[in-house]
């Protein structure tokens, strides 16, 4: 087989869930080049969409700008896995299970903290995320490409 993925599989042979997955990853990108831009140039009409979790915009604008980067490259990360996920490489699989992985971590921490239900969540929705894309038939679907 050649080094690159095929372009256009049957998707009959796609594992289910495989386009969702890129897209979350996108998603995620979207989020945190959000909260990036957000973060870095505050008090512009974008800060209205933090209503939506005024918490959080509270938490992380009191340590300011400095944020903004770290957050830039998550989006960064983030846009890269579902690239690399959608053109099904084997990089873009493992950086998946990386990103996932910590944010894993991350609620489990949270759970630690006493935040029951907020690190709950996250780690139930990322556990099963992390089994479902390390799973056989999707772990070999990025194999094959390789």
Do not use: C
Request: aromatic share 16%; glycine share 10%.
């Amino acid at each position: 087989m050649s080094a690159t993925a095929t372009p256009n599989p049957k998707p009959k042979d796609r594992p289910l869930g495989y386009t969702a997955i890129g897209v979350f990853l996108f998603f995620g990108a979207t989020m945190a080049s959000y909260a990036s831009v957000t973060l870095a140039w505050p008090g512009t009409f974008l800060d209205r969409g933090w209503m939506l979790n005024p918490a959080a915009h509270q938490q992380l604008a009191t340590l300011g700008r400095v944020l903004a980067f770290p957050f830039f490259f998550l989006a960064l990360a983030l846009f890269l896995a579902g690239l690399g996920w959608l053109r099904r490489r084997w990089w873009g699989w493992t950086l998946a299970i990386v990103l996932i992985g910590i944010n894993f971590l991350g609620n489990v921490f949270t759970v630690s903290r006493g935040e029951w239900v907020k690190g709950g969540v996250g780690v139930v929705f990322a556990g099963l995320l992390l089994t479902y894309i390390t799973r056989p038939r999707v772990r070999d679907y990025f194999r094959e490409a390789a």
